[in-house]
């Protein structure tokens, strides 16, 4: 398992999200804790699971994946209403193709006590061929901005599809 702590692109005070990413057995399993000053940000509120695009529009949580020696990677969205979206990617902010999958994932959000909790499971083949990820979260504040998170930003703007900032899988 690893676990990550997510920085914003911006100053935020009174916010921290911090998270766990597994992949084991042809699984992701992937959660994230925001806590703190949760008044100030949109939840979207829960409905049908689905596909959707644009979710990095609203609250979103993301994962990447992608090998060392590839141009190309991966593109996992997904959003506390419960849509979701895996993409592939043949090169840097290429062309968007959606995944096909065998399953549709397992998506669970939920607010106790200023922390918003979301689980995401989906069962995917050939995990193994990772070595390279990058998890990030989009948070819609009340004002409509977007505040963006990753585990470390290179840019003056944020990039979460920039492999400079992946990490290796242990």
Known sequence: MISFKLRPHTRIEKIS???NLELIAEKIRLSFVVEGDLDGYIFPSKSTPKRANELWKSTCFELFLANENEEEYYELNFSPSLAWNFYFLESYRGEV???????S???EAFEVNNEFKI????????LQDFDYYNVACILLNKEHERTFWTIKHLKSQPDFHDKASFLRIL
């Open 17 to 19: 999200i911090e998270g």
């Open 97 to 103: 193709k959606e995944m096909e999958l065998l399953n």
């Open 105 to 107: 994932p397992t998506i």
């Open 119 to 126: 689980l995401f499971e989906l069962s995917v083949e050939n």
